[in-house]
Each structure stands twice: as structure tokens, then as C-alpha cells.
T-cell receptor
């Protein structure tokens, strides 16, 4: 597709259930990011993938959160045993990678997660 | 760690007038990039303008311009001739120019209302 695609657009789940959020980046973009946006807050960095390098997981808030990127393209963010505080919009972004001076991230429309 | 502060949670402007959104950041690095992103109600973040720290000239993109004050660590966004379509959340972001530090650090955002 032309842009970053995320699914589902909205997800309502019960506390304790696992959820998977999917991100399909722009073709050819080697860098992929996950951010979390809670109500009234800025964007909180979660994880970053660059090519075949080990991902930067420094932003994951707990071990209930994990992400993988298969074949250098599609990424899945998994939240296990969801809690109400996990309710947020999860934004995925991709970029051309480490080309100096660009830094432009292309964002998807996000997945809104509501944990009841 | 770098931090980005947007001290104005909300701003409003009359259509056709000019508004300035403030952003300050904290870093010990000398080389970095700064960005302003716009997030309309659709949730998709869009790059508005970017500035390389090594460039003294302020970046300009049509009606959008920045006032970059490196010594003061200030990076404000000026929107001239405001239009109704400018209404959105605006996020200031910082990115290190050092290799391996690809993530963007975002402020909490400023909600801009444009009054007709």
C-alpha cells in the first residue's frame, strides 16, 4: 500500500486477555517504530526495529509487551494479560532508516485499544 | 536522556491570523534534529517541518516556519494565515544525530483550535 497500515483500527477486550496489533509499513522502509499514545499524553516510545539489527526494546513498559517483525516487513505488537492502564492508541511508524538528515517517520492511523 | 517540553496544552487563533507554539528541549548533544508533527482528528501524524541543529537558518515550509534558538534549546512553530484545516494536535519531537539512536522523543502536544 501507499502508507503505513495498522489493524485493527479499534479493539475492545476484557482485562486479562491477550491482544495482537498489526503494522504493515511502507514498502522499502527498513525502520519500524511502535509508540503508545494515552489520553492527553504525548507519544511514548515502545520499540524500534532497524533491518536485521537487534530491536531497541528500551521503551516496553513491562514483560507483558512484546513485538516481532517478520521478514523485515510486517510487525506485530502483542500485549499479554491486558490491564486497564494498557488502554491507549498504539501508533506504528516507518522510515527509510538510518539515512542521515531525514528522520521523517510516516505514521499509520493507529489502533485504539480499550481494556474493560 | 533527552526530554521535550511543550508548555501550552491548548492554544487558539482566529482564522487568517498568526499563532506561535512553543517547544523547549533538553539535551547534552550538539548535533540533532527537531521536528513538528501535526495530528488531526483522524489520528494520523503528519510531518509539518524539520530543522537540523547544525543549520543556523530557520526552516520554512509555506505558512509554517520555526524559530530555532540553539543556545536556549527552544524550537517554536509559527503558523501564519491560519486556516481551519490547521486545527489539530501539534507535537514537537527530538531525534539524536548519533548512530543507533533513531527514535524520536515527543512532547505532550499542543491542541490548536482555529476559530472562524
Amino acid at each position: 500500500g501507499a502508507g503505513v497500515s495498522q489493524s485493527p483500527s479499534n479493539k475492545v477486550t476484557e482485562k486479562g486477555k491477550d491482544v495482537e496489533l498489526r503494522c504493515d509499513p511502507i514498502s522499502g522502509h527498513t525502520a519500524l517504530y511502535w509508540y503508545r499514545q494515552s489520553l492527553g499524553q504525548g507519544l511514548e516510545f515502545l520499540i524500534y526495529f532497524q533491518g536485521n539489527s537487534a530491536p531497541d526494546k528500551s521503551g516496553l513498559p513491562s514483560d507483558r509487551f512484546s513485538a516481532e517483525r517478520t521478514g523485515g516487513s510486517v510487525s506485530t505488537l502483542t500485549i499479554q494479560r491486558t490491564q486497564q492502564e494498557d488502554s491507549a492508541v498504539y501508533l506504528c511508524a516507518s522510515s527509510v532508516g538510518t539515512v542521515p538528515g531525514t528522520g521523517e517517520l510516516f505514521f499509520g492511523e493507529g489502533s485504539r485499544l480499550t481494556v474493560l | 536522556a533527552q526530554t521535550v517540553t511543550q508548555s501550552q496544552p491548548e492554544m487558539s487563533v482566529q482564522e487568517a491570523e498568526t499563532v506561535t507554539l512553543s517547544c523547549t528541549y533538553d539535551t547534552s548533544e550538539s548535533d540533532y534534529y527537531l521536528f513538528w508533527y501535526k495530528q488531526p482528528p483522524s489520528r494520523q501524524m503528519i510531518l509539518v517541518i524539520r530543522q537540523e541543529a547544525y543549520k543556523q537558518q530557520n526552516a520554512t515550509e509555506n505558512r509554517f516556519s520555526v524559530n530555532f534558538q540553539k543556545a536556549a534549546k527552544s524550537f517554536s512553530l509559527k503558523i501564519s494565515d491560519s486556516q481551519l484545516g490547521d486545527a489539530a494536535m501539534y507535537f514537537c519531537a527530538y531525534r539524536s544525530a548519533q548512530g543507533g539512536s533513531e527514535k524520536l522523543v515527543f512532547g505532550k502536544g499542543t491542541k490548536l483550535t482555529v476559530n472562524p
